[in-house]
Each structure stands twice: as structure tokens, then as C-alpha cells.
Nanobody, 126 residues
């Protein structure tokens, strides 16, 4: 069973940077999808970045592309989300999630993600 644990959230001013970490025991970089999601009260959960199993293929949502980068350290079972040039719209609880790709969606959507962390809060002030 995979157990993601997020860290690295905090409060920054507009234009600042944060790096979130997700250490996931039981996670296999060869077989498992890993993704970062974010959610604010009253809004739908948004997937912001995906790390695909094997290789270094990634996906970053258009809303954060060019500012956010997802990366992995397989030796540490850790996936990172580097967030640059933050703005107040990025304020949210950020969650790390892991799971096996599905035959229909691969690592897309939310259905592959069975294992979720508790989240780490990111607050960006103007």
C-alpha cells in the first residue's frame, strides 16, 4: 500500500516560490502514477501535474504551465512540485496522490489515484 506524505507548503507573497515534496512509501516509479492536485473550498479539485511511471514523462496543467514543474527522485520515493511565480489564485490545499494506471485512462483523470496524502496548504498573498 502506498502512503503519500506531503510537505513544503506555507505562505508566500505574490511572485514567490515553493517546492512541495511527496514522500510515498510503497510507491514504485516503474509502475505507479503520481500526481499533484489542488483544491479550494467550494471549487472542484484540479489536477495540476502528473508524473508517469517509467522514464521522465510528465504532464502539467495549462493553468500552471511554465510556472510549475513536477519531478521525481526514485531513490527517495519522492515526487516534487516546484512552484514559481506564485499568485493568489494558486492558494489552495495541495494533495499528492498515487495509484496504478488504468487501462482506459492511464494516469489521466482521478480514477487511478487510490492513495492520497493529507494535503499541505499553500497561501499566496498579494
Amino acid at each position: 500500500q502506498v502512503q503519500p506524505v506531503e510537505s513544503g507548503g506555507g505562505s508566500v507573497q505574490t511572485g514567490g516560490s515553493l517546492r512541495l515534496s511527496c514522500e510515498a512509501s510503497g510507491y514504485s516509479s516503474h509502475t505507479d502514477c503520481m500526481a499533484w492536485f489542488r483544491q479550494t473550498p467550494g471549487k472542484r479539485r484540479e489536477k495540476v501535474a502528473t508524473m508517469y511511471p517509467g522514464g521522465n514523462n510528465t504532464y502539467v496543467a495549462e493553468s500552471v504551465r511554465g510556472r510549475f514543474t513536477i519531478s521525481r527522485d526514485s531513490d527517495k520515493n519522492t515526487v516534487y512540485l516546484q512552484m514559481n511565480n506564485l499568485n493568489p489564485n494558486d492558494t489552495a490545499m495541495y494533495y499528492c496522490a498515487a495509484g496504478e494506471p488504468t487501462s482506459q485512462l492511464g494516469c489521466g483523470g482521478t480514477s487511478p489515484y487510490k492513495y492520497w496524502g493529507q494535503g499541505t496548504q499553500v497561501t499566496v498573498s498579494s
